[in-house]
């Protein structure tokens, strides 16, 4: 007992594919409508023949065989034979009009002769009805040409390509077939007889025709079977004396068909056949499938003119795809005109994308666009959700590949993600760059198709009489089935204007970050000039007012007598302005002075500080009687000495402005929060979100809340100098250090009753220091 | 040996603003310091007073003085190349050289001492300040410190 029990009578997982495995180009036999003779050049004594050479030249095959040629052919056969052979391009000559001596008289037949695989390879057919073609006929092909060459589009195109081969060979029935992807086939264009059903639309799993031959489609394009019931005649001897194999009958006309296909075609009801390929750009695009309801030959010239039709055919369907590729091409570098005007004249990639979005859309034949990356996503029209998008970014960065992703069927290319199919099922991922989440995405609806296929594909088939290989289906009945979950297919020319739209957003983007980079080069230059300007023109200044307090000075000890002292009181003018303005210009040098000495961040506690603080002002604390009390004051990490300053600075204001008629108190408070800070940058080393909260509340005379933003501006005052001392850079000093720290301050009041000044320092990990 | 009441010891200033000169001068005079106040504008100037050429060639017209009061930010030789070759001519390298400055900078008052004054001085804006600080430098230079002698030479 196995393991892996089979159930007797059924093979899942087989089906045709077992055909490309059958070796078809060396059957060892042809069909007898025609013979074959193979010789190794120079000498033009058969080394191999058909048993059916008897049938058209009188003699037994042993007669034929290593026999001189003049025995089966006329001497002047013999020397067209032998010319054709001289010649550069054997091929080039064929048909070579051959006169054989047969038993009952001469017989005239068509020569076709190629060599491959080291032989010279002769295959005699008969010359059909007509003896040579009439004019009327290379009239008829130059017409059927010029016809292809009117085609708009298409199908028209393939459906005069079927008319036409149909009317020079009179098949009942003519298809165009054409491949997809996967292989798959459809008929595109039909042309048939009346009483011939139609297969038009009915598409042909892969298997129909195996790998192989495709292969013998794509490198010998014409392929005729005249009467699907013959009996094949096989080579005497099937052996290539300078290989010692079989004879490869690769290129071959008349080689011997594989008896599955056999079968396949009297399933069909066919039992006369020809086949011409459309190879475009190397590759079997299609198939014009010529089927007969009896037994049809069509002779070797009359074939050649289905090959050019299907020539002509195989240009035409390039100029037209490459046309409409232009098209669409001139219609992508339009869009992209736009949209990089839309770009360029905005700071957000974003929305300057969504206001391109319907375009983009039709652009790509697309129901959704997003763009994953900046700032999370940014979605436009019919797309997945966003998680989905996420978790699809997500799948795709860690894919191996970092190229351009595209399915016609998310479900079964990413199962793990569960979108409703009817809402995407299309999905075409471009990454922007090597940044693993930034990609721009469009999304397809599911086009939920009935495909009409030639019998059902999924039939198992069954273990045929003809050994191990298997039995084609019995029947072509139409057999429907719905497409589900499957969108249009990415053209090859969508997803380069999907790489080129991300080419410009790349660029745009690029464009941006040299842009924004170069205007904070500039600010910061400009803010370091003006700093240094300041602390230069606060030292250039104190020499010459150093020199008016000194004069003063002598000038009021050298006054003569005054008895009412307005002298004394001019001079002591000139002191008390020269004295404000020297405070002044030192403000302005310690503002100055707070972002050119920056010292690295360290963790401090903040009691630290504030006994400090208190220290230093206790003078002024005594004098007034304050009493200052501080709660919870965490460890952060600052510039000690800046922090000192700006508690120093609010301590004082708080004592400054006290209310005359109360004792000044004042109330410290720290607090640790989460959520913004109010700031849009981020410094680095924060924590994103925390943030310490300094509150800073007094019982003073406050201010009217209309100046809550002025007064941290430099020099701005509430009071006039004999009011209050200072000159009104406190504030700013504190806002300019607070700022540094990538903090906040703001300030509240009720004008009578006190005010709050309030700073954030962002959280940053204490080991974290010398990142500012 | 010189004292304030023996003949007016010379002091060379050297300072390159008129203004300072006059606030310089006045403070001496309120200080009551009768001293003989020569005046240079630069380091070079100031060499050649020391080595009595060019301008000060003539015979009493630079008296040796007793105190050098420097600028050290003036313009051409700057005050401080001057000290250099004050202290490195052994004739001159015993004077008292003290720097007049209005940088109050830490950094600055360093790096002076380091090139080898005998003290920094901070002009003061305020007058009845810079007399009292002329005042004690003068009873310290004058009488408090004992010099060496320009006679008696190592």
């Known amino acids: ?772 | 040996m010189t004292t304030r009441e023996a003949a007016s010891p010379t002091v060379l200033v050297a300072e390159d603003h008129n203004h300072d000169k006059f606030i310089l001068q006045e403070v001496f005079s309120r200080a009551g310091i009768r001293a003989d106040l020569r005046f240079v504008s630069d380091g070079e100037q100031m060499l050649d007073y020391l080595y009595r050429r060019g301008a000060f060639a003539a015979p009493g017209t630079a008296p040796p003085p007793s105190l050098v009061l420097l600028d050290l930010n003036m313009p051409r030789l700057d005050g401080r190349k001057v000290i250099r070759f004050v202290r490195a001519d052994e004739t001159l390298r015993h004077l008292p050289v003290i720097a007049l400055s209005t940088s109050e900078s830490p950094k600055h008052i360093t790096e002076a001492y380091a090139i080898g004054i005998n003290a920094y001085l901070i002009k003061p804006a305020n007058i009845p300040d810079y007399v009292a600080k002329i005042s004690s430098l003068w009873d310290f230079w004058m009488s408090a410190a004992s010099l060496p002698s320009m006679e008696v030479r190592p």
Not at chain 1, 128 to 152: C, H, K, M, V, Y
Not at chain 1, 392 to 401: H, I, N, P, Q
Not at chain 1, 658 to 679: I, K, S
């Open chain 1, 1 to 772: 007992m196995g393991e892996h029990a089979v159930p007797d009578d059924d093979a899942p997982a087989v089906d045709l594919t077992s055909c490309d495995r059958e070796p078809i180009h060396i059957p060892g036999r042809i069909q007898p409508h025609g013979v074959l003779l193979a010789f190794v050049e120079p000498a033009l004594r058969p080394v191999s023949v058909s048993a059916n050479v008897e049938t058209f030249a009188g003699l037994p095959v042993n007669a034929v065989l290593g026999a001189p040629l003049a025995a089966c052919m006329t001497g002047p056969s013999i020397a067209r034979l032998e010319a054709v052979l001289a010649g550069d391009d054997p091929a080039a000559a064929n048909p070579i009009a051959i006169t054989l001596r047969a038993a009952d008289g001469a017989r005239e037949v068509d020569g076709i002769l190629h060599r491959h695989d080291g032989l010279a390879i002769l295959e005699l057919e008969p010359r059909g009805e007509d003896p040579r073609p009439s004019s009327a006929f290379f009239r008829g092909i130059r017409a059927a040409i010029r016809r292809l060459q009117t085609a708009a589009d298409l199908p028209q195109v393939c459906a005069i390509a079927a008319q036409e081969v149909r009317r020079i060979t009179g098949f009942d029935r003519v298809k165009i077939y054409r491949f997809a992807a996967d292989w798959t086939g459809q008929v595109i264009a039909e042309d048939r007889g009346g009483g011939i059903p139609s297969l038009y639309d009915f598409h042909f799993p892969a298997s129909d025709i195996p790998a192989q031959s495709r292969a013998l489609y794509t490198v010998n394009p014409v392929r005729i079977i005249p009467d699907i019931g013959y009996t094949p005649a096989p080579l005497v001897p099937d052996r290539n004396p300078l290989t010692g194999g079989p004879i490869d009958l690769s290129f071959s006309v008349l080689r011997s068909v594989s008896p599955v296909h056999v079968e396949y075609m009297v399933n069909m009801a066919v039992h006369g056949a020809m086949s011409v390929s459309i190879v475009r750009e190397g590759r079997l695009w299609g198939l014009i499938s010529c089927h007969h309801t009896l037994p049809r030959f069509v002779a070797y010239e009359v074939r050649q003119a289905c090959e050019l039709i299907a020539q002509v055919l195989t240009w035409q369907i390039a100029v037209l795809e490459e046309a409409a590729i232009v098209r669409h091409s001139v219609r992508v570098r339009a869009v992209q005109q736009r949209l990089l005007h839309g770009l360029g004249s905005r700071r957000d990639v974003n929305a300057g994308l969504v206001r391109g979005g319907d375009e983009m859309l039709s652009l790509m034949d697309a129901a959704g666009f997003a763009l994953s990356g900046f700032d999370g996503v940014t979605t436009y029209g019919r797309t997945l959700s966003e998680p989905e998008i996420t978790a699809l970014v997500g799948w795709l960065s860690r894919s191996d590949s970092r190229d351009v992703f595209q399915t016609d069927c998310l479900g079964a290319a990413v199962p793990a993600i569960a979108a409703d199919p009817a809402r995407v099922s299309g999905v075409l991922a471009v990454p922007l760059g090597r940044a693993s989440t930034y990609y721009m995405l469009w999304f397809r609806p599911e086009v939920a198709e009935t495909v009409t296929w030639g019998g059902d594909p999924h039939k198992p088939v069954r273990i045929g009489p003809l050994g191990e290989r298997l039995q084609t289906r019995a029947s072509f009945d139409a057999w429907r089935e719905v497409v589900r979950g499957r969108s249009r297919p990415w053209q090859p020319h969508e997803i380069v204007a999907a790489i080129d739209i991300r080419d410009l957003v790349v660029d745009v983007i690029l464009s941006k970050a040299e842009e924004l980079e170069g205007v904070n080069r500039q600010l910061a230059r400009s803010n370091d000039e003006l700093e240094s300007f300041a602390y230069v023109a606060s030292h250039d200044l104190k020499e010459p007012l150093r020199h008016i307090e000194a004069f003063a000075g002598l000038l009021k000890e050298s006054l003569p007598k005054d008895p009412d002292g307005r002298l004394g009181a001019m001079v002591g003018g000139i002191e008390t302005s020269s004295r404000r303005l020297r405070a002044l210009i030192n403000d302005l040098a310690e503002y100055s002075r707070v972002g050119r000495q920056a010292r690295p961040l360290a963790a401090v506690p903040l009691d630290e500080v504030l006994a400090d603080v208190l220290a230093d002002l206790r003078p002024v604390l005594e004098e007034t009687g304050a009493s200052v009390s501080a709660v919870s004051l965490p460890v952060v990490m600052c510039d000690r000495s800046q922090i000192r300053q700006v508690l120093q600075n609010l301590i004082s204001n708080a004592v400054k402005y006290r209310h005359p008629d109360r004792t000044p108190a004042v109330a410290v408070r720290g607090t640790v929060e989460t959520g913004p800070t109010g700031e849009a940058e981020r410094p680095a080393g924060a924590e994103p979100g925390r943030h310490v909260r300094i509150t800073i509340a007094d019982n003073g005379i406050g201010f009217d809340e209309k100046y809550r933003e002025q007064i941290f501006e430099p020099f701005q005052r509430l009071h006039g100098p004999d009011e209050y001392e200072g000159t009104g850079i406190g504030l700013a000093i504190c806002r300019k250090i607070v700022q540094r720290h990538g903090g906040s301050i703001s300030a509240t009041s009720t004008a009578d009753t006190g005010a709050t000044f309030t700073f954030t320092l962002p959280m940053r990990s204490l080991d974290d220091g010398d990142r500012a």
